[in-house]
């Protein structure tokens, strides 16, 4: 181990931006609340039952691409709607128009609310580039360079592989590997030579799916051993304390 945390064979690190880097989980988790809670309230009438942002969230629709998470929640309620096409209009009954209801509600967040970092993340990346490691950003987010750009963070990431970059190259998202592994290629590294650092329990699963050399959880919302059950070599509440966590057994 070196004094990162991370084994010595370790030289890219692969960061999630929501509840990794950025406190925009929650932001996230608000926007789809108001957002399935409207759907939902005129669909189901008197029978509403209502988005848990904390269980819901999580289960759901946490590190998946927009889309996917519409499918997935609403079909855990019974609910299928048409595809539509990705440019449908926020009042559209379709899986892209409920998408991009809840994205026109996070970028109205994100503006009015403004963004922030975790500083014990953007102190630890600033010491992983320092000991000569590579980086990347890997978000299902389209919003991904605004969010950076909000916070000051871009220039500690060499490449970024959002939700945008992921629809041009057609990369299914997480739990599919595809997104980080096409981060550690342009970073010139094999996955056993990158670590992935990620809070949701679908980034877990891709960092197994893909064969990873080591996979960090982030533990924001007390779901330890959620993160370990889906493949977490170590698991940290803050990034700050990587190097003084238990191992896996």
Known sequence: M????????????LFDLDGVVTRTAVVHAAAWKETFDAFLREREGQRFRPFDAGAD?????????????????????????????????PDAPTVHGVGNRKNALLREKIRTGGVEAYDGTLRYIEAV????????????????????RAVGAGHLFDVTVDGIVAAERHLPGKPRPDTFLAAAHELGVAPREAAVFEDALAGMDAGRAGHFGYVVGVDRTGQAAALYAHGADRVVASLADLTGVTHRT
């Open 2 to 13: 070196t004094h990162l945390g991370l084994p010595a064979h370790i030289r890219a690190c």
């Open 57 to 89: 969230y999580a289960a759901y629709v946490d590190g998946l691409p927009r889309a996917d998470g519409v499918r997935t929640f609403l079909a855990a309620r019974g609910i299928h709607l048409p595809e539509g096409d990705p440019d449908d209009p």
């Open 129 to 148: 580039r320092a000991r000569g490691l590579r980086t990347a950003i890997v978000s299902a987010s389209a919003n991904c360079r605004d969010v950076l």
